[in-house]
């Protein structure tokens, strides 16, 4: 059974930071892209940030740019979400995805359930 687990939201200072993990169990991990999204109320879910499998290469979303950074231990399993600079608008539901597209065409697609980070003063 796939899960992953995300931590580390919770109340951040506009101009503070937080950092959000996410804890992988029951798949390969290392052959997973990984994927930071988040969803505001009212707003459609969008990608923030996301790493290869080998963590060899990141992209991130326009409101994440030059501010937050995602990274992945493979040997832990685990995937982070650095966020400096918060803003007010950063506050969100956010979700960790896995995906994986193998050889033969399927496709995997996990989600875990999400953690609130709220950035008021």
């Known amino acids: 059974q796939v899960q992953l687990v995300e931590s580390g939201g919770g109340l951040g200072q506009p101009g503070g930071s937080l950092r959000l993990s996410c804890a992988a169990s029951?798949?390969?991990?290392?052959?997973?892209?990984m994927n930071w999204y988040r969803q505001a109320p009212g707003k459609e879910r969008e990608l923030v940030a996301t790493?290869?499998?080998?963590?060899?290469?990141?992209n991130y979303g326009d409101s994440a740019k030059g501010r937050f950074t995602i990274s992945r231990d493979n040997a832990k399993k685990t995937v982070y979400l650095q966020m400096n600079s918060l803003k007010p608008e950063d506050t969100a539901v956010y979700y960790c995805?896995?995906?994986?597209?193998?050889?033969?065409?399927?496709?995997?697609?996990?989600w875990g359930q999400g953690t609130q980070v709220t950035v008021s003063s």
């Open positions: 029951g798949l390969a991990f290392s052959a997973y892209a």
């Open positions: 995805n896995a995906q994986a597209r193998w050889v033969d065409g399927t496709i995997d697609n996990y």
């Open positions: 790493v290869t499998n080998a963590g060899g290469s990141t």
